[in-house]
C-alpha cells in the first residue's frame, strides 16, 4: 500500500473472549503513524530492551502470571497518558521502560496515537446474538464500528492501513465493508484462507483493509491482541473474586466452555438465592 516515504495511520483490532461462555467479549484497537507498515524492526528493537509485544497467547497462558501481558500494556497506556493500576509490576519499572518506549518510539519516526476498546458483557452478547445469529458476525460488526469511532476521531490526511486479525475464520468481508461505507466503492484485492484484502478510498485518501490469519504477528495487532487479553483477565480475576466471597472453596474459572459448565453448577444455588439471571451471566454460544 504507502510507501517507506509517506507516513500513514495503522490501525490494528484483534480480541479476547471470544470462546467463553462467562465473562466479556474485549476488542482492542491501538492506532499508529509510522513512515513504514513494516514494523517488525522496530519489535525486535523494543524486545532488545525487554519489552515485548507479540501474541498474547504465548506472552500468557491461562493460570499464569499476567507479568509479561502486563508489562507491555501498561508501557503502551502510560505512554498515551492513560493509567491503569498495575496488579504485578512495579510503578518504578513502569516509568523507566515508557521513557525507553517513547525512545525508541521516536528514534523511528513512529507514534502511537491511540488504544481504545469495546468491552461486551454476556448480557449485551447474547442480545448482539440475536440480531445476528452468528458469533463472527457479532464480533465483525463490534470490529468494525469501533474501527468506525477511531476513523472519525482522527483527522485522516494520510494514507490508511486497517489491519485485523481474521473473525471466526470468515474469509469474505465485502457485504460486512459496504455497510460501513455505503457510498464507496470498494475493491476486492483478495480473499483467501490466509489474508482478505479490500481497497477504497476514504476522505480522499487511500484505505485499506486487510484481514489476516495469524494478524499477531504484526505489531498493531499483537499490541491489541494483549490490550484485549489483558482487560479480559483483569474482569475475569473480579469476576472470581466475587463469587468466591460468596462460596470461599470454589475453583476459579477462565470461562471457557468444559470448566464454565463446571464453574455454574458449583455456583448454581448462591445463583438462585442471588437472583441473577442466566441472561446476564452466562453467553449462549
Known sequence: ??????????????????????????ISATVWESPTENLLPLLEQLKSYGIQIGDSKKLYHGGGSLTALEYGVLISLRYLGKQLTPLNVSETVLAEQTTTFAKILSENNIRLCDIRNRTIEPEEFNRELDRF??????LSDATLTLIAEILNAH??????????????GRNHYLDLLTEYFPDLWIQVIQESRMSSIYRLTYKNQP???RFLAKGESQIPVALA????????ERAMIQFNEFWRNKIPDL????????????????????????????????RKR
Open 133 to 138: 445469529d452468528s458469533k463472527g458476525s457479532l
Open 1 to 26: 500500500m504507502a510507501n517507506d516515504h509517506t507516513t500513514q495511520l495503522i490501525i490494528g483490532t484483534d480480541e479476547a473472549g471470544y470462546g467463553p461462555n462467562l465473562g466479556p467479549l474485549v
Open 207 to 209: 484505505l485499506e483493509f
Open 225 to 232: 491482541s494483549m490490550n484485549s487479553k489483558y482487560l479480559r
Open 251 to 282: 475453583k476459579p474459572t477462565a470461562g471457557y466452555p468444559e470448566d464454565a459448565q463446571r464453574f455454574k453448577k458449583d455456583i448454581a444455588a448462591v445463583q438462585k438465592e442471588l437472583g441473577i439471571n442466566d441472561e446476564i451471566l452466562w
Open 155 to 168: 483527522s485522516v490526511t494520510t494514507p490508511v492501513l486497517v489491519l485485523c486479525d481474521k473473525h471466526g
